[in-house]
């Protein structure tokens, strides 16, 4: 499955998402079909929103698959292996590692194709750092692209390269380990809400019952919705990082 086809179907997920999230939101603050109808074009921001989580998490997946792939054409040059055939030669390696459908597996492949095509693997490095959003790759590339022109040691360059990136993704992993048991929390205090107000309408209908279906019952609750969601917005902003 190519990097376009596992977009869509992710995008068709959140869609599937949101579907479930109006229901929720439609029965938990308003019990009110006009209310999830009304609540549904919010599916495209939520779509957005999901996308650039997936992308984030792509890029991350993305950097970590680089580092080894650089390794894997350190190697092969230190076999012998010229330039264009060290990355053919990882190719094969993130392959064999990662699978086809895998993001690096899917750019190497990219790779090797171009360079059937006679392209320059400095340019197609260059391209694929612009691609890829990763600043690392961007940086590699820049720093690859100049040791080509002038005639530097790559060997020495790739595993510098490698090193620096395994550094950073180290640091990131600490990050995201200290942050986890604080995102297991998030989650639960997102669901609390709900939790609370579907609880109280099962015990306690007739207090609840005010809020419903009438104009200042409809603005309070509308009003506790944005609250919430700013709340959740900010939340999700704090925890979402890049090293």
Known sequence: MS?????????IRALFEWAAIDALVAYVFYRSFIALLILAPLAVPYVRFRRSQWKRENRSILAVQFRE?????????NAGYSVENAFIEAYHDMKEMYGEE??????????VLRLRDNEQIEYIIKDFGRRSGIEDINDFAAVFEAAKR???DLTKIIRRAATNISDKIDVKREIETSMSARKLEL???????FGILLYLQGGSSDFMSVLYHNPMGQALMTAALILYVTGVLIAEKIISFEV
């Open 150 to 152: 002038i005639g530097g």
């Open 3 to 11: 990097k376009n086809s596992r977009e869509a179907v992710f995008m």
């Open 69 to 77: 792939s650089i390794l894997a054409v350190s190697t092969a040059l």
């Open 102 to 111: 895998a993001p690096i597996t899917e750019e190497y492949h990219r790779i």
């Open 187 to 193: 989650r639960v205090m997102e669901a609390v809400p």
